[in-house]
């Protein structure tokens, strides 16, 4: 099986994930998180499907179904845990998400309309 990466490596990708919920600010599907996370090339899919796991076990997004689709928002701990190592996110995948998501954001809106 291959690995997941380093200790660091699995945690900065759990903070991509963070951010990017605070960023768009509403609650996004299983496919949105997919289809944005993949587009972008931050992470692939058996990385990105093992940190929402672990993100939604730990508390750090609440999880949610609704007509027969997951939905994630970032939590209160979550909400902390971005504050406490924000640092810790590297600068350029912080500008490609702040720069993205107005955007996404729009297209998510349009989506469900």
């Given at each position: 099986?291959?690995?997941?990466?380093?200790?660091?490596?699995?945690?900065?990708?759990?903070?991509?994930?963070?951010?990017?919920?605070k960023k768009i600010?509403?609650?996004?599907?299983?496919?949105?998180?997919?289809?944005?996370?993949?587009?972008?090339?931050?992470?692939?899919?058996?990385?990105?499907?093992?940190?929402?796991?672990?993100?939604?076990?730990?508390?750090?997004?609440?999880?949610?179904?609704?007509?027969?689709?997951?939905?994630?928002?970032?939590?209160g701990e979550g909400?902390?845990?971005?504050?406490?190592?924000?640092?810790?996110?590297?600068?350029?995948?912080?500008?490609?998400?702040?720069?993205?998501?107005?955007?996404?954001?729009k297209q998510i809106?349009?989506?469900?309309?």
């Amino acid at each position: 099986m291959e690995s997941l990466g380093s200790t660091n490596e699995i945690a900065q990708n759990k903070l991509i994930l963070l951010y990017l919920f605070k960023k768009i600010e509403i609650p996004l599907s299983s496919l949105q998180v997919y289809k944005i996370i993949l587009e972008n090339n931050f992470m692939n899919y058996f990385i990105l499907q093992h940190s929402l796991d672990e993100l939604a076990e730990q508390g750090m997004l609440d999880s949610s179904r609704n007509e027969g689709r997951h939905f994630y928002r970032l939590s209160g701990e979550g909400e902390k845990m971005v504050g406490l190592f924000l640092n810790k996110l590297p600068l350029g995948i912080k500008k490609r998400i702040d720069n993205s998501a107005k955007t996404i954001r729009k297209q998510i809106r349009n989506e469900t309309l």
